[in-house]
């Protein structure tokens, strides 16, 4: 599923327009507000799924090669941490859904879990 | 090259600042970046990249100040983070997933799970720790380049 197709389906509002590759296939998702779990988890090239809306979540996304970051309930992070996404090629999008809401409609439309084989 | 001559092909040390979450994940960034343009292997540098994000995040937490040290090997990725700090009392427990003493606001940031040090090891081929207790701790990690 394309990102720009994810951000329909979960109502998502781009906080990074023109960042990253917005054509780029996206099979895989994780959810978590631990990045330590997503360093320990996730494999890589899944969208990321989460309510923590800081500088850290962009670094895991980068250092984890990630294919980008959804924040759920709202969030909005503050603009050093778009500054550094755009820096780092990270797509950034946010939705009023929380977690279970937003993962429950990507699992519906197919997105699969991440796991780190 | 020599084959066979273990070789120092690039070096640079970073200084990380305990307490400076702002900052934290820029050092495993521009590390990154460097081994990127060196042409390492993408998978070893994934790999290498949580080692040191999570070794990074560690001193922000726990420690007041250190250095990372890359060397770049003909025959593997070494990584050095000396720190000056509280230092580890019992280094069996702390390698065990789960175990942790972070504080609300190191779990506030999303770190702090007790998974930092068991997933640096995962993540490297070769991998030892030092640590006095209210000196400081030293890590020595590498992936190695086939």
Redesign the interface.
């Known amino acids: 599923m394309r990102l720009s197709s994810i951000a329909k389906v979960l109502e998502a509002d781009w906080l990074s327009d023109g960042v990253g590759p917005l054509d780029l296939e996206i099979a895989t998702c994780f959810a978590a507000d631990l990045m330590s779990e997503v360093l320990a988890f996730c494999a890589p090239g899944a969208l990321l799924v989460t309510g923590l809306a800081n500088i850290q979540a962009v670094h895991t996304a980068n250092l984890a090669e990630l294919a980008g970051i959804i924040f759920i309930n709202e969030k909005r992070p503050p603009q050093a941490v778009l500054d550094a996404a755009r820096e780092q090629d990270v797509p950034l999008l946010t939705t009023a859904l929380t977690m279970f809401d937003a993962c429950g409609r990507l699992y519906e439309h197919g997105i699969q879990p991440a796991r780190k084989g | 090259m020599t084959a066979g001559v273990d070789e120092l092909l690039y070096t640079e040390s970073f200084t990380i600042h305990g307490n400076d979450?702002?900052?934290?994940?820029?050092v495993?960034?521009r590390v990154?970046s460097i081994l990127k343009e060196l042409g390492i292997d993408?998978l070893l540098i994934?790999r290498l990249?949580?080692a040191?994000?999570?070794a990074e995040?560690n001193v922000i937490m726990y420690a007041q100040e250190a250095t990372l040290v890359l060397e770049v090997r003909t025959d593997a990725v070494c990584i050095t983070v000396a720190d000056r700090g509280q230092g580890i009392p019992d280094i069996e427990l702390a390698m065990q997933p789960g175990y942790s003493t972070a504080t609300p606001e190191m779990?506030a940031?999303?770190?702090?799970?007790?998974?930092?040090l068991?997933?640096i090891k995962?993540n490297s081929d070769r991998f030892s720790i030092e640590s006095k207790p209210g000196a400081g701790t030293t890590l020595r990690y590498a992936v190695v380049l086939s």
């Open positions: 979450y702002d900052r934290g994940g820029e495993s960034a990154k993408p994934r990249s949580i040191n994000f999570e995040m779990r940031r999303g770190f702090g799970a007790g998974l930092g068991p997933n995962k």
